[in-house]
């Protein structure tokens, strides 16, 4: 979830900002629907079926998706709010080369389905007839043309802000090229990777085929990629060392990035993808990876070379082309995910619209649906959780004072960026023409985008960029500026509604703000100071005393069997299950701050909402955010590749180390949300 604000705002702008919301017991849940609880379900047994089976019950799964939940709620509102938008663009008839033309044209294109179904794979024929006639002497400028034009084949390379100093980039080579993502996916033997490895030989196969390949060339191709894929994975970061960001920063000279991977045209590289001189140093993150593809780079014949370019070529076209290209990588969602049915037509082409110009759509976004009011409560609100962390930062037992000074330093640095940027993107320099396929109008903007990257390089870091449009329902910290963002898009009702009572607010937007800030103390976070530069700032028996609580953590969720015989990682998700805990300790200091500023007592019958406590409302709004119902194949997807713990266990396993959770609900020992108290584990 990307100047300096000062520690904490004034007491009044808080106070003002949550006394426009506030509400009194006459009044309801409003983000909360209280039909929806189960009450033959004890909050103590199972709090998530609780507070969520009544949700669960009236959204069930259409085809369509293969998990629905909140977000997906809150999506499904951005999107039509969005599609609104651009169809009105189109009815105003938009000037050629305005930005509002090319926003309609990409949309409008998108939904051209005929159009592209008699185009075909006509047009990637000319790249594809490029690929395959390259003499021998040339393969390295095809590799070349490759990284520059499509897919980074092997590896990935670019500028991103540098860990030793985040006001500077620094340019980074990273493994990659394998299109399945995971290494299991390659490697793992059992029947859910089986067939998912099936399910992506089957998609390399149909696609060649689609493309105008003969079903010979196809198989050839298709055993070949996975030979390349499969030998890559082999040295891949497992899940697990994807956390070890401080493993990551392996600075090299270009010397000894050229001696160290010789077989790559190091000298020709930089200046002919990225269009820059060979930087001095570059930052290796991966190098077994790398030194992986380095060997493949030189042993592979040419024939298995050009085999894996054509299918990093056809992969990445696929979206934009006819519709048998996407039947083929529709069937292959079917198996990663379990979804049962295509996505309609104009949700894909407005998520192709938004991927081409996002931020252009935001602005529109923005002007019409985020009132100012909204951004005002944020900031007050923002404040009111910073000075609840540094209350909890205060009272840890476990960080001696010189640790929780630095800490203090960091909080104080955050930046915060709410609903939207101060400046807008700029896309008048982007090309998108009607009379061009689908396919080459997307394939500039992809250009466009890569060479807006790249032209960061050799400047200072603009620290106001945001990492995500306004219209986005979800949120960010950003380690390397020491930055969270609220894009406009996620506050809406159940995180924030501006009718709802504090309780609902701050078990809503204030755990997720709670949960952002918790990012920067995280077991990534952790390691950057308060200017995002990669700094040890703890001392030895601080992170020691860290590290055995995370490894605690770590053990309660790798105990949660999500489905038979497979049990949730409780390393990879570890970062936001931290995250997780700290937003919700954080915003529950934060309401208890502010009911006390306006003399509330939460304890008096006077303060109920629809009967219940405030305490009690609060923890079921944050219950209810991660409400909703999923496929067993998407269970498995997401355990596999996603950082996230899945919603239950963000609940349950959460709230389990939570004792004004067990206060507000009464629970005990003997029930099973029940956790004794000296196997609780609380970092933040």
């Not at 390399?204 to 390349?228: C, F, H, P, Y």
């Not at 800490?407 to 104080?412: C, N, P, V, Y």
């Amino acid at each position: 979830m990307k100047s300096l604000l000062p520690a904490a705002a004034g007491i009044s702008l808080i106070i003002a900002a949550m006394t426009a919301c506030s509400h009194n017991s006459a009044e309801h849940l409003a983000s909360l629907n209280k039909d929806y609880i189960d009450t033959t379900v004890a909050p103590g047994a199972d709090f998530y079926t609780h507070v969520n089976k009544g949700w669960m019950e009236a959204h069930p799964l259409t085809d369509e998706f293969a998990r629905y939940g909140q977000f997906n709620i809150l999506n499904d509102s951005s999107e039509e709010r969005v599609k609104n938008l651009v169809q009105h663009l189109g009815e105003s008839n938009p000037e050629p080369g305005t930005v509002a033309h090319k926003v309609w044209t990409v949309y409008s294109q998108a939904m051209d389905t005929a159009r592209r179904n008699a185009e075909g794979a006509a047009p990637i024929q000319a790249d594809l007839a490029r690929i395959e006639s390259t003499p021998s002497d040339s393969m390295t400028d095809l590799f070349l043309w490759m990284h520059g034009n499509y897919a980074s084949p092997l590896f990935g390379a670019g500028p991103m802000e540098s860990f030793a100093n985040s006001d500077e980039y620094a340019m980074y080579i990273s493994g990659g090229g394998m299109g399945l993502g995971d290494r299991d996916y390659y490697l793992a033997d059992d029947e859910r990777n089986t067939a998912v490895r099936n399910a992506y030989k089957t998609l390399i196969k149909t696609q060649m085929q689609n493309a105008g390949l003969s079903e010979a060339d196809a198989d050839r191709i298709t055993a070949n990629v996975m030979k390349i894929e499969t030998s890559l994975a082999q040295e891949a970061l497992t899940r697990e060392e994807s956390r070890n960001i401080v493993a990551m920063n392996n600075p090299y000279s270009f010397a000894d990035l050229k001696k160290s991977y010789p077989s790559i045209p190091w000298d020709r590289f930089f200046i002919e993808t990225m269009g820059i001189e060979s930087p001095d140093t570059v930052i290796v993150t991966e190098p077994k990876s790398v030194a992986r593809a380095n060997q493949l780079f030189s042993s592979l014949s040419e024939r298995e070379l050009k085999d894996y370019y054509l299918w990093k070529y056809v992969n990445q076209a696929s979206s934009a082309l006819s519709d048998n290209f996407t039947q083929a990588n529709f069937e292959f969602a079917k198996v990663m995910s379990g979804v049962k049915e295509l996505r309609p037509l104009w949700k894909r082409a407005l998520g192709a619209t938004e991927g081409a110009l996002g931020e252009a759509i935001g602005e529109l976004y923005v002007e019409k649906y985020f009132p100012a009011s909204s951004k005002e409560y944020m900031v007050g609100l923002v404040e009111n959780l910073r000075t609840a962390l540094g209350q909890h930062i205060d009272s840890l037992q476990w960080m001696s004072p010189e640790t929780k000074a630095k800490a203090r330093e960091k909080l104080a640095a955050f930046t915060v960026k709410i609903g939207y940027p101060d400046k807008w993107k700029d896309y008048s320099t982007m090309e998108i023409d009607p009379a061009l396929s689908y396919y080459e109008n997307m394939h500039n903007v992809s250009m466009w985008h890569q060479a807006d990257i790249y032209s960061k390089w050799g400047k200072p870091v603009d620290k106001t960029e945001w990492g995500m449009t306004p219209q986005t329902v979800n949120a960010y910290y950003n380690p390397m500026a020491n930055e969270i963002v609220f894009p406009a898009g996620i506050l809406q009702a159940p995180f924030f509604d501006p009718n709802a009572s504090d309780a609902e607010n701050y078990g809503g937007i204030g755990v997720v703000i709670g949960h952002e800030m918790t990012h920067g103390f995280d077991d990534q976070g952790r390691n950057f100071d308060a200017k995002g530069n990669m700094t040890d700032w703890w001392t030895q028996e601080d992170a020691d005393k860290f590290n055995q609580l995370a490894q605690g953590l770590v053990k309660q969720f790798d105990e949660v069997e999500v489905l038979p015989g497979l049990h949730a990682n409780g390393s990879y998700t570890l970062g936001e299950n931290i995250a997780d805990q700290g937003g919700l300790r954080v915003a529950m200091t934060a309401f208890l701050n502010s009911q006390k500023a306006k003399g509330v007592d939460i304890n008096s019958e006077d303060a109920k909402i629809d009967g219940f406590t405030p305490a009690q409302v609060f923890y079921m709004n944050y219950a209810n955010l991660w409400a909703g119902n999923i496929r067993d194949e998407e269970i498995q997807s997401l355990t596999t590749g996603d950082v996230h713990s899945l919603g239950r266990n963000r609940v349950n396993v959460t709230l389990r180390n939570i004792a004004p959770f067990f206060e507000a609900f009464s629970i005990s020992e003997g029930q099973p949300m029940f956790r004794p108290e000296a196997e609780r584990v609380i970092i933040w």
